[in-house]
Every structure is written in structure tokens, then in C-alpha cells.
């Protein structure tokens, strides 16, 4: 079981983190985006800076909530991943790593790790995103047990609504829909991170093999897209705002110079 000092997490939660992107956005680059060094770690008993990778970001989120087993689903080739991250043990957690099969999407990618984490509660997020809330995946577990619900997603403000998935809520703070990438749109947040249920994690597994074949000919399916198909089988999906400020996404460059930016900056 684990924990964190707060007493904020009572129950199991395993961290899943897809890294199967091909970074084309920004290709080329000298190794796996999530991998690409954006700050420095400094050892204050000798006073000297190590670089801080992407991807470190995110797990030490994970590990602030009191999440220490992580699965992370690679593609073919991308064994730089592993080989820097290793078990997870100069982070403080367990890592483990799984092989992406079928190439259609973020939910193909992550329904790999079905067999391994069918029964637990997933705390999810983006490897190649930088958050600015320390206390962003506390904040979901505790909402999440607070109530009845299949997941709880944390929301950003939405300042490239072109490139997300835009939510839109009830007064309760109920999400009625995704609208998946929009040319135009009032709404005003998007969704960064996610906790959800073994039962969402099921119903996800069940979904994508009912697509299966569609999947195929469409290419690329979004997991706002099976967000909403079990709202519309009537799951219930909240939204939890994580930061009145932007995430960065370094998939983009713009974001990726922000980043290095402030990471810099950290360090004079």
C-alpha cells in the first residue's frame, strides 16, 4: 500500500506513462524527446548540477503523491529510455517497462499494460509534459475517493486549443464531452493528467477491441476519444482544475524553448 505524508493516498495507485511517440514534431533529435534534458537537478552536499530530463518532471509528481510502481510502454527503439532510467531507484521508484504492440494511439499504446494493472487505480500522464502543480496527482487520488467516480481528469488552461482536447462542464464539475482538437471553441480548459478505476480501465480494454478494425483505417486514435465513449456509456468522468497556468508540452517548439528557458533560469 502506499502512502505520502499528508495521508492524502490510502489506497494502491500504479503510475502508467506511454512513451511510444516518434517525436516527429521535432525530429531529429539526439535521443527519445522524453529523455530531452530541459533543467538541472543540483546535489546540494557537493553543490553540482545534473541535468534534469523531461520525463523526470513527471515522475517525480508521481512519487510526491506516494506512487512508487510506474509501468512505462515503449516502442521498438527506444531502448535510451531504459538504459538512463534504469529501475527507477534514483528516483525513488520502481519502474518497469512494457513493449507497445498495436501502433494506433495513446489507448493502444496504454491498453499493453492491461494484463499487469487491470485491478489497480492508474495515475496517468504524459512523459513529454511539464506541469506546474507539485501536489497535481494528490490532488486527483483525494477527489477521486471522495466519491463514486470512474475517472477524474486535471485540468490546465487551454492555450492551443487547435492542438487538445477542450472539456466541457457541468456546474458540478461533471465533464459532458471532449471536443478533440476544435478549430473553434468558447470552452477555456483542457486535461493534462487522469486517475481513473480498474473499472475504467476495463471498459477502455473492452472499447478499443470492439474498434479494433476501425482503429486500423482511421490511424490515430485520441484517449479523449474513449473518454467520451464512456461518458456516453455513462461512466462518470470529472474534472479537477490542476493550475491556472498552461502546461508546457515539448512536443512543440515553442514550449520545448519556454522550458529550457526556465530551467535555466533555475539554476543563475
Not at 489506497?11 to 511517440?21: E, H, K, N, Q, T
Not at 461518458?231 to 522550458?259: F, H, N, R
Request: charge should be negative; proline fraction near 6%.
Amino acid at each position: 500500500m502506499n502512502g505520502n505524508q499528508n495521508g492524502a493516498i490510502k489506497r494502491a495507485v500504479i503510475g502508467l506513462i506511454p512513451a511510444a511517440g516518434q517525436g516527429t514534431r521535432l525530429a531529429p533529435l539526439p535521443c527519445s524527446k522524453e529523455l530531452y534534458p530541459i533543467g538541472f537537478k543540483t546535489e546540494s552536499q557537493v553543490h553540482r548540477a545534473h541535468p534534469k530530463v523531461v520525463c523526470q518532471y513527471l515522475l517525480e509528481l508521481m512519487r510526491l503523491a506516494g506512487i512508487s510502481n510506474v509501468y512505462i510502454v515503449l516502442r521498438e527503439g527506444k531502448w535510451d529510455i531504459p538504459a538512463y532510467l534504469g529501475d527507477g531507484s534514483n528516483l525513488g521508484l520502481n519502474l518497469a517497462y512494457l513493449m507497445m504492440r498495436l501502433p494506433f494511439g495513446v489507448p493502444y499504446t496504454l491498453d499493453q499494460a492491461y494484463p499487469f494493472v487491470r485491478d489497480a487505480i492508474i495515475a496517468f500522464g504524459f512523459p513529454d509534459i511539464v506541469y506546474e502543480s507539485d501536489d497535481a496527482f494528490v490532488q486527483l487520488v483525494t477527489r477521486h475517493l471522495t466519491g463514486e467516480i470512474d475517472a477524474v481528469l486535471g485540468l490546465f488552461p487551454a492555450n492551443r486549443p487547435k492542438q487538445m482536447d477542450i472539456v466541457d462542464l457541468d456546474d458540478q464539475g461533471r465533464i459532458t464531452r471532449l471536443f478533440i482538437r476544435p478549430t473553434k471553441i468558447h470552452l477555456r480548459y483542457t486535461w493534462g493528467i487522469a486517475v481513473w478505476t480498474p473499472g475504467f480501465t476495463r471498459f477502455m480494454h473492452e472499447y478499443l477491441a470492439s474498434i479494433r478494425e476501425s482503429a486500423e483505417e482511421q490511424g490515430e486514435l485520441f484517449l479523449g476519444e474513449v473518454f467520451n465513449a464512456a461518458i456516453q456509456e455513462g461512466l462518470k468522468i470529472e474534472g479537477v482544475l490542476i493550475s491556472d497556468k498552461p502546461y508546457l508540452d515539448i512536443g512543440t517548439g515553442d514550449d520545448l524553448v519556454k522550458a529550457v528557458k526556465r530551467g535555466m533560469a533555475q539554476v543563475e
